[in-house]
């Protein structure tokens, strides 16, 4: 299990970095991503959140396998938008609708180095726009208006210890 970083901190707010070699420590990481992800309940995990300023992440949604992205592209957004209840392993106990396109293409590499492209729909494609926020270094709080976010976020406390 590796620790998280829990807002506020800087890591999550900064943009990452692409990843030029995917190589055995690539699996490695990405393995333990998964672990730490399903561990903690979570249905995504990127990069920036266990401290690792790299373009990856992992997302699982009920029903389906572990997947990871890396150097992640959103090639597509469906016109449609829809909101939906998401949370964040970063921001632990703080939930909102959230607004985001139904469907998406993506393209990315697998851990093995191989390109692959992806039509995702519902949970997965929203996990996955969640994600790619990370790499941006924004938080699903951050579509929110000022004056919603602070109410939301008044009792928000970071966990005292990392995991
Ligand atoms: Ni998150």
């Known amino acids: ?8 901190d800087e890591r999550l707010v900064t943009p990452a970095k692409p990843l ?11 393995t333990r991503m998964i672990e730490t ?14 401290g690792r300023m790299e373009r990856l992440f992992v ?6 396998e572990p997947r990871v992205f890396i150097n992640p592209r959103i090639t ?3 016109p449609d938008v829809g909101k939906y209840e998401e949370g964040c392993l970063s921001i632990p106990g703080v939930y909102a609708d959230i607004k985001r396109p139904l469907a998406l ?3 990315a590499w697998d851990p093995r180095g191989k390109a692959f492209t992806l039509d995702a729909e519902g949970l997965l494609a929203r ?11 924004v938080l699903f709080i951050d579509y929110l208006p000022a004056r919603r976010r602070e109410r939301l976020m008044r009792s928000y406390r970071p966990p ?3 995991m």
């Open 127 to 137: 996990v996955i726009l969640h994600e790619n926020d990370h790499l941006e270094g």
């Open 59 to 64: 997302v699982q949604v009920p029903e389906d």
């Open 37 to 50: 992800m399903q561990n903690s309940h979570g249905i995504g995990l990127a990069g920036p959140q266990v």
């Open 105 to 107: 293409t993506v393209e």
């Open 1 to 8: 299990m590796i620790s998280l970083v829990f807002h506020p």
């Open 160 to 162: 005292g210890e990392a």
């Open 76 to 78: 597509a957004l469906s």
């Open 20 to 30: 030029e070699k995917i190589d055995a420590s690539t699996q490695e990481l990405t």
